[in-house]
């Protein structure tokens, strides 16, 4: 079974700065998706940003990119030019190549402050 | 377009109470997922269907939870009796289709069991 993993429940960050987010996976799949789904406060998630396994370059949305490590099974999210609207629940989330179910990490709550 | 909608937002039951949730995707697409979020823990899909068939149960405690989608539209989720570990967020999101790799969001509903 993929497993999901986010090892730090809290981040905080200045507005204006570059933050990092973490996300390690396990699977015995070769082709699958990532995904980084932001959930702020009033709970409605959203996805931020999407990445194929069979892609070798990195994907980038905006101020959003990530670190695509296949071999080391990670995937970060970078945030640049952190804005006060960044504050939320971002989840990490897989899924194999066939079938649509998302495997969730635990989430990290990050707050941007000013 | 309008987006996944949910009621109610919230609800307050007692134990071994019955309660029901309604979900509407947005129109046209064809897979509904309903997750449930403990406190503190990522998204857990519960089922998932493909128009009004089920695709995934297998992580729906079947002896209290039941859902629905009758005519491929919109659909319930129910618990009866609910527990004490009932007590989360559930919500529900749709797809275009299986192989869509993008999950819109509802706003879900927060069920609190005392």
């Known amino acids: 079974a993929q497993t999901v993993t986010q090892s730090q429940p809290e981040m905080s960050v200045q507005e204006a700065e570059t933050v990092t987010l973490s996300c390690t996976y396990d699977t015995s799949e070769n082709n699958y998706y990532l995904f980084w789904y932001k959930q702020p406060p009033s709970r409605q998630m959203i996805l931020v940003i999407r990445?194929?396994?069979?892609?070798?370059q990195n994907a980038t949305e905006n101020r959003f990119s990530v670190n695509f490590q296949k071999a080391a099974k990670s995937f970060s999210l970078k945030i640049s030019d952190s804005q006060l609207g960044d504050t939320a629940m971002y989840f990490c989330a897989f899924r194999m190549e066939y079938g649509n179910k998302l495997v969730f990490g635990a989430g990290t709550i990050l707050r941007v402050k000013s | 377009e309008a987006g996944v909608a949910q009621s109610p937002r919230y609800k307050i039951i007692e134990k071994r109470q019955s309660v029901a949730f309604w979900c509407n995707p947005i129109s046209g697409h064809a897979t509904l997922y309903w997750y449930q979020q403990i406190l503190g823990q990522g998204p857990k899909l519960l089922i998932q269907f493909q128009n009004n068939g089920v695709v995934d149960d297998s992580q729906l405690p079947k002896d209290r939870f039941s859902a629905e989608r009758l005519k491929g539209v919109d659909s319930t989720l129910k618990i009866q009796p609910a527990k004490l570990e009932d007590s989360a967020v559930y919500l529900c999101?749709?797809?275009?289709?299986?192989?869509?790799?993008?999950?819109?969001f509802g706003p879900g509903t927060r069920l609190t069991v005392t």
């Open positions: 990445q194929e396994a069979y892609k070798q």
């Open positions: 999101a749709s797809s275009q289709d299986r192989s869509s790799y993008e999950q819109y």
